[in-house]
T-cell receptor, first 115, second 116 residues
């Protein structure tokens, strides 16, 4: 049981390049989230999904796109990376609030540097 | 807008001491509150989750309490050990029926160091 797995764990990009972060969970969770963590800013929600085929904006969605084509996967895309997107990205998942408590489970993080 | 504050930002204690970490929030309309531990360079590990109807939750040497009316939660760690050294974060889930119920607000964390 792997829980929440993120790939890649590290990536260096040049300004303007694109990339996709993949999050996979094997707990059959309905809800999935992408956060970024920056020094002094704490954890901020980028986008989230409450089920397969659905996505919604979080607190800081600009510059990012997401897709949830399969229940177990949640992809975060950067179409044109900027230095301000240098951060540590965390994926999380939970059961829906109708099913259980909504306890969040996190991946190990993906460290992205944009030069 | 919900604001979550954790004081102190950093704490250093000798091994064996009992300690309390604080988490305060401004909007008492919460669904639940969750405490996490984060080791350097790692993800967040869930420690305890307290539903809004509960007053406390316990797991081993950890005890979390919730006082919704005063907007406070505490995480009590008994007989601290060097292995407890980490950053501890609390997160509040709002009591909302729509998708906004997924907009959790995190505190800035308390960085704990337990010295041998």
């Amino acid at each position: 049981n792997a829980g929440v797995t993120q790939t890649p764990k590290f990536r260096v990009l040049k300004t303007g390049q694109s990339m996709t972060l993949l999050c996979a969970q094997d707990m059959n969770h309905e809800y999935m989230y992408w956060y970024r963590q920056d020094p002094g800013m704490g954890l901020r929600l980028i986008h989230y999904s409450v089920g397969e085929g659905t996505t919604a904006k979080g607190e800081v969605p600009d510059g990012y796109n997401v897709s949830r084509l399969k229940k177990q996967n949640f992809l975060l895309g950067l179409e044109s990376a900027a230095p301000s997107q240098t951060s540590v990205y965390f994926c999380a998942s939970s059961y829906s609030l109708r099913q259980l408590t909504g306890e969040l489970f996190f991946g190990e993080g993906s460290r992205l540097t944009v030069l | 807008k919900q604001e979550v504050t954790q004081i102190p930002a950093a704490l250093s204690v000798p091994e064996g001491e009992n300690l309390v970490l604080n988490c305060s929030f401004t909007d008492s309309a919460i669904y639940n509150l969750q405490w996490f531990r984060q080791d350097p360079g790692k993800g967040l590990t869930s420690l305890l989750l307290i539903q809004s109807s509960q007053r406390e939750q316990t797991s081993g040497r950890l005890n979390a309490s919730l006082d919704k009316s005063s907007g406070r939660s505490t995480l009590y760690i008994a007989a601290s050990q060097p292995g407890d050294s980490a950053t501890y974060l609390c997160a509040v889930r709002p009591r909302l029926l729509d998708n906004a119920g997924n907009m959790l607000t995190f505190g800035g964390g308390t960085r704990l160091m337990v010295k041998p």
